[in-house]
């Protein structure tokens, strides 16, 4: 994938917190980039599984830095977020430049759903992903375009890089707080 943008100092970008650096938003990427994101995105359930393995509920309820979300808490923001990569896709691939709807992550983490076993979410990521690579795949139109209302105009290359950073970001968030606990 794309390098990271210069406008997003690395120094503003602590470990902890963006182990993997900002997130990509290039416009266009190689087929070569295009195979990696896909094949990120193939694994990311089975990886973010093995990465909270063997955690009990102390564990899945630690922060994975100062501030942050609890470990169970980034399971199911991983989930919510890519079932809306799911319909931002279907949008893009049906629609003439979709304006998206946002939603507020934070306040989401926050709903009662996120309390429950991340087995919950790691399944639904099972399913999801079944679905959601083989309509990336199917994309013959890379620069077709959609809209953040807040960001401005992407493309469907863009998509592909956010989504396939996002789980590699929030599954080396946990295994980095696991490699500092030691467990």
Request: glycine share 6%.
């Amino acid at each position: 994938m794309s390098a990271p943008d210069p406008r997003h100092p690395l120094e503003h970008f602590p470990p902890e917190r963006f182990p993997l650096g900002p997130m990509p938003t290039s416009l266009a990427l190689s087929p070569d980039e295009r195979a990696a994101a896909l094949n990120a995105l193939r694994a990311l359930p089975a990886e973010l599984r093995a990465a909270v393995a063997g955690l009990d509920d102390a564990g899945l309820d630690t922060p994975y830095r100062e501030g942050g979300w609890t470990v169970r808490q980034v399971v199911h923001h991983v989930a919510d977020s890519h079932m809306n990569a799911h319909i931002r896709l279907k949008l893009a691939l049906t629609e003439d430049d979709p304006v998206i709807k946002p939603y507020e992550e934070s306040l989401w983490a926050e709903l009662p759903d996120s309390a429950l076993a991340p087995a919950v979410s790691l399944d639904l990521l099972d399913a999801l992903h079944t679905r959601l690579v083989p309509v990336f795949a199917g994309v013959t139109d890379w620069a077709r375009p959609w809209t953040h209302p807040a960001s401005g105009r992407w493309t469907l290359d863009t998509l592909l890089a956010m989504y396939a950073w996002h789980g590699c970001h929030h599954t080396a968030q946990i295994t980095g707080l696991r490699e500092r606990l030691g467990s």
